[in-house]
């Protein structure tokens, strides 16, 4: 009997094991079976992932759903989407002013192709693991993809140093002139700088908000402190030794007269350092005059008219009138040789009320008010033109803040003493003269030279790029014409303007 009880025990262990056995391999085998389906699953999505010709689902590129779309979908998507919603231009203030940054003109957009593509191939990296991880991660979380700005950092630094110039309290750098006989040498002014490094992740930030929640931005600003003066660097600028004029017809060559000029430099230093707080100094100047002039010369020395422009005044400003005809006395007879620069701020000199300068109308402080020796921009815008058809070549020359009434946009020249010059070389190979009058409401410029075989009739075109209610941006460019067809044209400047 106890063998038998032996034996049955025995017998029920053995069935147990065996139905324990038979459970771990159903167990193993369909565990089997689900990694082969979890496999066949995950190999077939990755076959279907990599031939997909739409951008998985999750995705958004600035916050625009682009799930599901394929690479050219997305981008007019995209594209459609962050044109509709950017704003045309980036608001600057400082203290009560507002300037304008148009988004156009520094050439500032969205890479979007660059965001789609990269969007296409998220999960198709081509290795089987990082690509199903990723895939997942995506669908769970999604990613909202930044695009790329791109923009013209040239464009956006002149333009912000073009704005420095015009601040209301701009930086002036000491600067001289001759007025008859003496040197009037002028103090510089502290002004406000742009911290242009500082602004420009500013105005980047701003544009790729393209909600704009910051519509104003501060101009970030520090002091500017002129340079001290120079006195060696202005007596090396100003000395001339005494030589007569004269012109040779085989070969045609005219000859400039040169009045000695000099002074005493160690003199001069010396009194500078004993009154640092002068505003101007008058300097007495020793020269040599000449026994013959270029204006003895006569009409034959400069033969032929290179080009003329007129601008119109009106009569009735007495005191704008009178600007008009100082400056304009200042340039007229001035001759300027081959490869010289002719700096408008040099040859007319400070404005002032010792010089004869009435107040008139000036655009100043980002608005029209009244100034000392207003209205002689126009003076310098006539010349501008002038200087162009006569095929000058342009140093310095920027527009005015506002489009001024005797100008068309694009066409203008704008001159602030001790900051803003307007400045051309004369690129002939024979000297030029200037005649300049002003009377019955014209301001006439007329360059004189010798005409060569090639020439062509030269003229400023303008083209307008953009015009809001706020701003206006126009293109000019020298076109050359013979015969009435441009033959080829050069680019000169992009100038904006504010509105009234």
């Known amino acids: 009997m106890p063998d038998f009880e032996i034996f ?9 094991n065996f139905r324990h056995d038979n459970i771990i391999l159903v167990y193993f085998i369909l565990l089997a079976i689900v990694m082969g389906i979890v496999l066949a699953s995950s190999i077939m999505f990755y076959i279907n992932q990599q031939s997909s010709e739409v951008i998985q689902s999750g995705v958004f590129i600035k916050g625009i759903n682009v799930s599901g779309l394929t690479k050219q979908e997305a981008v007019e998507l995209v594209t459609n989407e962050i044109t509709s919603q950017m704003h045309d231009h980036i608001e600057l203030t400082y203290k009560n002013y507002n300037f304008y940054v148009e988004i156009e003109q520094i050439g500032a957009k969205f890479d979007i192709e660059s965001s789609v593509d ?17 895939y997942i991660s995506i669908l769970m979380t999604n990613i909202d993809i930044e695009p790329i700005l791109v923009y013209n950092d040239e464009a956006l630094t002149s333009y912000l140093e073009i704005i420095e110039s ?46 704009y929640s910051r519509s104003y931005i501060q101009i970030p600003t520090y002091v500017k402190y002129p340079d001290p003066i ?23 060559a005219v000859f400039a007269d040169v009045v000695g000029v000099d002074f005493d430099v160690d003199g001069v230093k010396k009194f500078i350092e004993e009154n640092p707080d002068v505003e101007e100094y008058k300097i007495n100047l020793d020269y040599t005059r000449p026994e013959i002039t270029v204006n003895d010369l006569g009409k034959e020395a400069f033969p032929d008219l290179l080009a003329s422009y007129s601008t119109k005044y009106a009569t009735s400003n007495v005191d704008r009138t009178t600007n008009l005809k100082l400056a304009a006395s200042k340039i007229d007879g001035t001759v300027v040789m081959p490869g010289e620069i002719f700096s408008y701020n040099k040859v ?8 004869g300068y009435k107040e008139a109308a000036i655009y100043q402080d980002g608005g029209v008010t009244n100034g000392l020796g207003g209205g002689i921009c126009q003076i310098s815008t006539t010349l501008y033109n002038a200087v162009i058809a006569a095929n000058m070549e342009i140093e ?13 946009p694009g ?10 010059d307007f400045k051309f070389k ?10 300049a009058s002003v009377n019955g409401g014209v301001a006439k410029i007329s360059v004189y030279g010798l005409l060569t075989d090639n020439e062509y009739d030269i003229s400023i075109d303008t083209k307008t790029i953009k015009s809001t209610d706020k701003t206006l941006v126009v293109e000019s460019y020298r076109s050359y014409r013979r015969n009435g067809e441009i033959v080829k044209r050069d680019k000169l400047y992009t100038d904006t303007y504010k509105k009234h």
């Open 8 to 16: 049955k025990g025995n017998t029920q262990k053995l069935l147990k």
């Open 118 to 134: 990269y969007a296409y191939n998220l999960a198709k990296t081509g290795n089987f693991f990082s690509d199903l991880k990723q």
């Open 166 to 211: 015009n601040l209301p309290d701009q930086l002036q750098q000491y600067g001289y002139y001759i007025d008859e006989d003496d040197l009037i040498i002028t103090s510089g002014v502290n002004g406000a700088g742009i911290e242009i490094d500082e602004l420009k992740p500013m105005i980047l930030d701003a544009i790729q908000d393209i909600s």
């Open 230 to 252: 120079n006195v060696d660097a202005i007596h090396e600028d100003i000395y001339r030794e005494v030589k007569n004029a004269y012109f040779t017809t085989e070969p045609y």
């Open 348 to 355: 007319v000199g400070k404005r002032t009320i010792a010089a």
């Open 396 to 408: 310095t020359r920027r527009n005015h803040m506002f489009v001024p009434s005797y100008s068309d």
């Open 411 to 420: 066409k203008d020249a704008t001159v602030v003493w001790g900051s803003t």
């Open 426 to 435: 004369n690129r002939r190979d024979y000297p030029i003269k200037i005649e």
